[in-house]
């Protein structure tokens, strides 16, 4: 795991005041209360419990909370709901987003419920899982010959020349006060965590659930997760400027942008007290990990904590530790391999 | 599957008035929502959606309710924080109870929470997954040679000699009335299900959730699935009087008794509207669905809602057919093996 480093004299950002008094981000706390009430309950409340087998393995006591157990099995639909409430309450009616997939089924999801037109664009080497549960929700699924980054130029395209609404993950505050609903929630539970390991990849997750927990639980630890394959907001946030890359390499695919948002990072430096990276033989061993020791199906980028401890124990060490199980959309053949012993 | 058979003249147990006014259980729904109130949180409440994607595979429209995603993987939890709160306000401080394992990993842990003494009887052939865990949870763990109907008849002599209390999966109306509240939860839910499909083992589940089913959503059909190489409260419930069973031979440990209890089967009786069998292989595929489809990790007993649809697409076409994944508590190498297409 290659840690953070914070640039010289910039003071750690362990306290409440230091984080949000100081310092201020694009959220609110009352909308985010608000957005809870536009959420479909299914996906409210989700799992929050203590994994006790992991902690041999791990170290530290491990907590999931556990966003996969919903009709789209992803986090996503938090925030399309508050999007989806919010069109349908102003009378709009067709929308277009980019997503790795997740997002993508979820803003199907929420738009099927309430009669929008909704159209994803995809890069075609998403995992056809992705794919097509998008169409089967009853998305117009755009496929790119790019990377998701491609996909985002051309849901810009789509949504110009068809004067639709643009749903930009994570740069649309919808999306992080939607993510930010699952942090009102682990503050609110009986247990406090000593860290909270977040899965980092357009920023949504982390910004929204970073800034509930430093407001509501500022003695938590934020601490943002990505792949070495996949660096760029991590770069990003360790450099406190937006750092681009030219390609991604991980199977975490749905973390995998080259392209940060500015505002996002702005956001993710108040919230965010780390920002680490992890290898992907982490990633596959802390799915096989949750498989084996939680009876978690869980896609790769959902493993991004497990792996962040793993590879740094001593950080860890007898702490109570959260992790956000943010998606389960697997191909069942890779998964087959990566929860494999005897993979090579 | 082999479904039921009535007896001629035997009227279908389909109306509330049939079920529930002209006989009686021993379950009474005051007290199931009294259980409810001293369940701890984490067992309560749990994930309740429909997985689309099991649709055009199953031919009817699937719901889970998932009883997986807390500390001990299983509904059992339910139960035993039931009659965990009831030993600690009469100041009781020892209990034993016989076990497949998942009963044993609940009582364990909610016996820890209250500081009493517990001690599980199991079949040293159980799952060891399941063995280590109620060693891991703190009970003394006793193992018998023989099946289960060997350890329960070890846990009667431990109560005996050593003057503590024994608990009798679902013989004990607690373990029951924490399973009703499942039932509780499903039918206070938006939507209405044609037919639940129960695991029947022992028969706590199914006597509750039936019970509190037919109280509150009379016209939903409670059908209880059984593995044909564990068929005795099933054969029982058939010919109306316990039939037993000289052995088990199936993957379903979890519901592998050979001696139904006389007042359950009166229970059973009142409540189920079907019991049918369902084969090996209809298990496994199950459990293969649930994973591709669903992301769900399940043990062989779980998956028996979904092989009933399997062995009878007919009966459940167009349905909206509601299922209880009751337990995940799967040895990892037989999982790998059994979520494998390619096998033999």
Not at 45 to 50: G, I
Not at 60 to 72: I, M
Not at 120 to 147: C, M, N, Q, T, Y
Request: aromatic content about 4%.
């Amino acid at each position: 795991m290659t840690s953070g480093h914070r640039p010289p004299g910039c003071p750690p950002r362990r306290s409440q005041e230091c984080a949000l008094t100081n310092a201020t981000t694009r959220l609110h706390l009352d909308r985010v209360q608000a957005a809870r009430q536009v959420i479909n309950p299914a996906f409210l409340d989700t799992p929050l419990y203590v994994c006790e087998s992991l902690a041999p393995v791990l170290g530290c006591e491990v907590s999931v909370k556990l966003e996969t157990a919903n009709p789209v099995r992803s986090f996503k639909g938090r925030g399309t709901e508050v999007v989806a409430t919010q069109m349908a309450d102003a009378g709009e009616r067709s929308v277009v987003c980019a997503s790795a997939g997740n997002l993508g089924q979820a803003l199907a999801w929420s738009g099927r419920q309430r009669g929008l037109d909704v159209t994803v664009v995809a890069s075609r080497f998403a995992p056809a899982i992705k794919l097509d549960r998008i169409r089967a929700l009853g998305a117009r699924l755009e496929l790119v010959d790019g990377d998701h980054e491609s996909a985002r130029d051309w849901a810009v395209e789509i949504a110009r020349t068809e004067g639709i609404r643009l749903l930009e993950d994570s740069l649309d505050i919808e999306t992080c006060e939607g993510a930010a609903t699952i942090g009102l929630e682990l503050a609110a539970a009986s247990s406090s965590y000593d860290s909270i390991l977040i899965a980092l990849g357009g920023g949504a997750l982390a910004t929204g659930v970073g800034y509930a927990m430093k407001s509501l639980s500022p003695e938590t630890e934020v601490v943002c997760v990505q792949p070495h394959g996949a660096p760029a907001l991590t770069r990003s946030w360790q450099q406190q400027r937006v750092v681009t890359t030219s390609s991604t390499s991980t199977i975490a695919d749905g973390v995998a942008g080259r392209y940060p948002i500015a505002e996002v990072l702005a956001d993710l430096l108040v919230v965010a007290d780390d920002a680490v990276l992890v290898r992907e033989e982490s990633i596959v061993t802390g799915m096989r990990l949750l498989m084996e020791h939680a009876g978690l199906v869980v896609e790769p980028a959902a493993a991004l904590g497990i792996a962040a401890i793993l590879e740094a124990p001593e950080r860890f060490a007898g702490q109570h530790v959260v992790t956000i199980v943010c998606g389960s959309n697997v191909d069942p053949a890779a998964y087959r391999g990566w929860i494999d012993p005897a993979r090579p």
